[in-house]
């Protein structure tokens, strides 16, 4: 039977927070060997809970509950956390920077993120000429499956090129070309409008190859000015506002993990939207009651 679930709210997002588990499993996640090696290590009387000499066979809650190997506490696991950001140009898809170039993390303005107490990672690649969503967690396993090739997740982009694409173009589009002798296609590609001999398309793929729908557009001569994901999986980007970032709802974590077969059991919570868009409407507000 599934362990009982329970999900929480957090400073960081969203925590879902478990019925006491073996000491093994626990040990094993936090790194102290295989689950074999750890219970020959509770065998040796070398872990304690909440200051007791810990047995085989016995579980803990790690949340809740102070659980030592040889002297040193195991750390409690971190919140999971989902940030939804819509990434202007110029600012790199990575936690950090050689360079010193401007990443998504630097757009985060959260106490988690100031003091990576809760470490985020970008889900996924966008270049840095590119725009628009990006997620950012510490959900491995959700990470896992939504940048994985085998799980074929649903990217949607706006892309504006130069020219007017014809109906042959979108038509080869849609039945592919070879790139790096394999044959790439995109999954639908229509016309989202026209300006001065330019055209907005709208582009679904599911590979996720390095710069696959620019190298599809110049492909047939028609190199793309901007590109703009708007969509990943069942996540969409909105009305979000360039440069700015927002939790995601809890309705969308469940749409996120229940699309990657991790359901979260148990009512969540509603998580309120913060971010520099939020402080901007606050101040909006105080200046139209002046």
């Not at 019925?19 to 509770?42: D, F, N, T, V, Y």
């Not at 557009?217 to 028609?222: E, P």
Request: some cysteine; charged content about 35%; hydrophobic content about 30%.
């Amino acid at each position: 039977m599934d362990r009982q679930r329970l999900a929480v709210r957090s400073p960081a997002g969203i925590m879902e927070r478990m019925e006491p588990e073996r000491l093994q499993k626990i040990m094993a996640r936090a790194g102290h060997g295989s689950r074999r090696a750890c219970e020959r290590i509770i065998e040796e009387g070398r872990v304690t809970v909440d200051g007791k000499i810990a047995s085989l066979g016995d579980k803990a809650d790690p949340e809740s509950q102070t659980i030592r190997v040889d002297g040193a506490p195991i750390p409690r696991p971190q919140p999971r956390a989902y940030i939804l950001v819509n990434k202007p140009r110029g600012v790199i898809t990575t936690t950090s920077d050689p360079q010193g170039r401007r990443t998504v993390l630097d757009l985060v303005d959260t106490p988690q993120n100031k003091g990576r107490d809760t470490r985020l990672y970008p889900v996924g690649r966008l270049d840095v000429d590119s725009e628009g969503l990006v997620l950012l967690t510490n959900d491995g396993p959700l990470t896992q499956h939504l940048t994985h090739p085998k799980f074929g997740h649903a990217r949607v982009y706006r892309v504006l090129v130069d020219g007017e694409p014809t109906e042959e173009t979108l038509d080869r589009w849609r039945r592919g070309l070879t790139l790096d002798g394999r044959m790439t296609r995109f999954d639908k590609v229509t016309v989202d409008g026209r300006r001065r001999e330019q055209t907005w398309l709208r582009v679904t793929v599911h590979e996720g190859r390095k710069h696959l729908v620019r190298r599809m557009v110049i492909a047939l001569g028609h190199p793309a000015v901007r590109l703009v994901r708007t969509q990943m999986g069942p996540l969409q980007l909105g009305d979000l506002a360039r440069g700015k970032w927002r939790y995601l709802t809890a309705a969308e974590v469940r749409s996120l993990r229940r699309d990657a077969d991790l359901p979260m059991r148990g009512a969540v919570p509603q998580m309120r939207e913060r971010g520099t868009r939020g402080k901007s409407r606050s101040r909006r507000s105080r200046r139209s009651r002046r």
